[in-house]
Structure formats: C-alpha cells, structure tokens
C-alpha cells in the first residue's frame, strides 16, 4: 500500500531545475520568494507580508504528510524561483497548485516544474485524481495548466471565483462534470 506523505516524492530533476519538498532550513528562502504582492494577492491562504512564521508553518503543514511543497530551483544556483504544492485529497485526488517569482516568469520553468511534479504524482499515485484550482481570469496560469495536461471541467473550484481543472492522461470523471478521454 503506498503511503499517505507526498514527500515520497522526492526530489525531482528537470534539464533546467532542482525540485524538492521544503524543509525547515528553506524557510528564509521560501518566505523571500513568496512575499511578493503580486503573489499573496493572488494566492487566497498567503497573508501580506508573507513572513518566515508563515513560510514555516506552510512547510510543516499538518504534520501528516498529506501536504508538499516543493521549493524549484535553477540547477546550480541557490535562489528559490517557486514552488509547487501536492495537496491529498480525500482518499482518491491530489490537487497542485503554484507559484513562481516575477523574475522567473516567462521562461517556461514554472511549466517545465508543474509537468515534471506531475509526471512523478502519476507514477507513484497513478490510481488518484489529479486536479487544480484557477481564478477563470488568470489566463497564464491557464494556458499552463492546458500546457501541462490539465482540462477544465466547468466546475466551480472550492475557492471563490476559481474554476477546477482535471489532468486527463487517462479517462477521467469529474464528480460533477462528464468524462474525459484525451
């Protein structure tokens, strides 16, 4: 039986990026990189200012194991670009969710970490549900959710104002929405 903590993971290596669950000593790191308006504005759960207590308490989580993130760095450098969290869900779906610095957008990283953190969710979760959560008006997150293999369901999220997207690398059903094939 596979275990109930995303941090099983692991770290995960992209030809540009090192991704890897956050651990206590990311914190200053993480806390710099999120405390960015243009991040805690968008991002529902992120207070302003985004302070290293809230960095650590994101990265402890539950204690459970039921919720990684992951801090993405450019190989070989030092600077934290963003993070990817895994949320379980339930006993049957993971939702992702992200955020990138300003700087490191537009270069296709935060689409290169969200596919390979899928990538590794499908093979060591393959029998759960995959989805994320999208303000409808937030067009490049998105586009790279559908870049990635994310479908939308035309679903409310459980978020205001967010719609739901399912990963659709097989078929599946959305509990309210009708099946999927690609």
Known sequence: ???????????????????????????????????????????????????????TRLIAGEGDGRDCFFGVWRQGDDMMIGTVGTHLRGADQIEIGYWFATAARGRGMASEAVSAVVHRIRES???????????????????LLERVGFHPTDTPGDRPGRMRLVYASARVTDSVGPSIAT
């Open 125 to 143: 979760y393959p029998d759960r549900r995959l989805y994320a959560e999208c303000l409808a008006d937030n067009r490049p997150s998105w586009a």
């Open 1 to 55: 039986m596979m275990t109930e903590a995303l941090t099983v993971l692991g770290t995960i290596r992209t030809a540009r990026l090192a991704i890897r669950p956050l651990i206590d000593a990311d914190a200053a790191a993480f806390a710099a990189m999120t405390d960015d308006p243009a991040i805690t504005e968008i991002i529902h759960f992120l207070p302003t200012p985004f302070t290293m207590d809230d960095a």
